[in-house]
């Protein structure tokens, strides 16, 4: 049980998580940090949060677990200013959806004092709908979250990291964050753009026409604009690898329909489905 | 109403088909043709059909109604041949995903005889999944049909046809075959192999790491390889048309973000959130 949850971010995963901890009595107290009045009183009136502040300071001082669940960018100071505040007892962690850049700036941030140990999490679970009025305090539930400490983590922070995102229903994977930031250019980053594109692709007196599969390719392509080309920006050199990759892979298939290859088309195919077979099935 | 029904194919369509024409009182009697006897055995143990045969013959010749409902290969020879044993009373529609080959080859076939007449339609609804285990007799609610009368079709057989899918639940949209296949090739063919694509883009061991995102847009992928490779070969020029747009837009993303230009590309992920604002909304 934490005593004192501390959430920076009251957005729609900040949000989420002030609401599954509270429903889930994980929490005895949590204070939410926020840049805007308005989602502030939004996650008050969820009860994502009992209590809400603008800035980090000594409200958050006694915080025993804090988790930072801004837009990337902010990630890095958000959690180099809590540490200041927050006891070594103390744990953070984040929420982003890249971790290698961040870890790597924390690490030219660290001070000479000790402070409270940080632990990288990507909590993949999300919708393309932003705001605290977005939440849904099941929305960890069965999903996966990845953690990536490194050599310098102490166990014992990695250990109620884990216990963090596993009481919110989460599975729990460790992994390096390059690791992590490889895969996740894969199969979240690369499906974004591929979602972004198909829906450039479009022209706008089609999209009344379409049916579940066009909605279900491009439900990716509603996702804010500024938040992913930040994650972009964030990752591109997987990215750009993951999109090289795609590009070929797209091209390959329009050479076999250029050079009327149906065998070795349907062939292709047949290799995608078997791609999907190991996949997590939930349906 | 009408009297007797004819579906030749039991699939996932036919079936389906079958199952709402049934359940919605809209035909007396319904007859299934299919090449395997499970499949008919399966679509009348789910009361999708009343009798079943495996040829179009001499029972089939009072239908006053008549789906070919089979994969796109078929659907020439199944029309062709429906029209030959039915009335001129009769009229005969198809299910097929394409539409400008088939009106092309039907065109050629026409004998001197007077026959039944054809209107081409495209129940925009489906599934991954094949057989007529998998049909559903809502399938068509709520979804839209294209269909593609031209010059020579008379009105009476448009109106029946139009009828038909409304009574199944459907959205009915007119317009030329030519115009169908172009914009399907962009909203829903398009999809599909570039969802196939991102599957092959994915390594097996990541699959597993997969968020709700990663499921959505390679959900088409895992539809039967065999169909997609005969619809892509059925309307190969609009596909690689459309496959020219999305690889030259999936670029663009890419050089934004080799050349870091962030602003922009932030510019191009707003234009395909606006792109969407238009489809159909249904969440």
Redesign the interface.
Known sequence: LIDHLGIVGVGLIGASIGRAARERGLARRVTGVGRSKQSLDQALALGAIDSATTVIDADLADADFLVVATPISKVVDAVARSREVLSTSSVVTDAASTKAGILRDLAHRASENESAPFVGSHP???SHRQGPSASDPNLFEG??C?ITPDASTPASAVERVRRFWTSLGMRV?EMSAEEHDE??A???H???????????????R?????????????????????L???I??EN?SA??D??????Q???E??RL??S?A?GE?????????R??D???S?D
């Open positions: 993949m679970a999300g999903r996966t990845i994977v895969r996740i894969r199969i979240s690369l499906p974004h753009l591929a979602s972004y594109a198909l829906a450039l692709s479009a022209e706008e089609d999209t009344p026409l379409a049916g579940p599969g066009f909605r279900d390719t491009t439900r990716l392509a509603a996702s804010p604009a500024a992913w080309a930040e972009v920006r591109r990215v750009l993951a999109l090289a990759r795609y590009i892979n797209v091209d298939l329009r329909i250029v009327e149906w088309l349907e062939k292709r195919l047949t290799d995608a489905n791609r999907l190991c996949r997590d939930e």
